[in-house]
């Protein structure tokens, strides 16, 4: 009986694996597929959610670190780098004067800034239009994104039109212009021969003091 029972299990009492007879008689081992678990599934599941959420986190930060750059590149442009010519006043108020044309530039970052410079940039224009000749002024009102302005120049043949505020800049670059700038933290001016770049606070722009120098 032991003989016998040995001889059916196997050596040392081990199972004889399963053999199934392929079409040539011989003995193929069968085997045995091992279900896949809920975790695994689940796992598999979120991998490509991940990735996703992954490269849409990547672009999202590139699409940051762009605006930001494109921000610091204005700011440097039109704040920073002037100072570096250290030019006078009247040297630049003698360019200005004399220019065939000229631009004035309020630039402002929300809806309640631009109420804070308007009685400045309103009584500017109003002096410098005595002194020159409104259609002689390319008036610019620029924000974050877009900018208006007439190309025809300030007085009766005004004819406001809207731009992207990087299409106004480039065409305030070319000529004379005062830049009024809204800042809560501190007073600046920045002065190049053909430019004059004020920040200022809402105190600075009630007192206006710019446009008395062209009165």
């Not at 999202?60 to 920073?80: C, D, K, M, P, T």
């Not at 731009?163 to 480039?170: D, E, W």
């Not at 809560?184 to 008395?212: D, G, V, W």
């Amino acid at each position: 009986m032991a003989e016998r029972k040995r001889t059916r299990n196997g050596r040392n009492g081990e199972r004889k694996q399963k053999h199934t007879p392929n079409v040539d008689g011989e003995q193929i081992p069968q085997i045995e597929h091992r279900p896949i678990r809920h975790e695994e599934q689940a796992a598999r599941k979120a991998e490509p959610s991940a990735q996703r959420g992954s490269q849409l986190g990547q672009r999202y930060l590139a699409i940051a670190i762009i605006v930001l750059l494109a921000a610091a590149v204005v700011y440097l442009v039109l704040f920073q780098l002037p100072s570096l010519s250290g030019a006078s006043f009247s040297s630049f108020k003698n360019n200005f004067d004399n220019a065939p044309r000229v631009a004035v530039t309020v630039i402002y970052h929300n809806n309640t800034q631009w109420p804070l410079e308007e009685p400045c940039f309103t009584r500017l224009i109003d002096i410098l239009s005595g002194v020159r000749g409104a259609s002689t002024i390319d008036f610019f009102l620029v924000n974050q994104t877009s900018c208006t302005y007439s190309p025809t120049g300030l007085g009766h043949s005004a004819n406001y039109i809207t731009k992207s505020a990087g299409a106004c800049l480039a065409t305030a670059q070319n000529e004379p212009g005062i830049y009024l700038n809204y800042s809560s933290t501190y007073n600046r001016t920045t002065i190049t021969p053909t430019h004059l770049y004020i920040n200022a606070n809402e105190s600075y722009y009630n007192a206006c003091p710019i446009a008395a120098e062209f009165a």
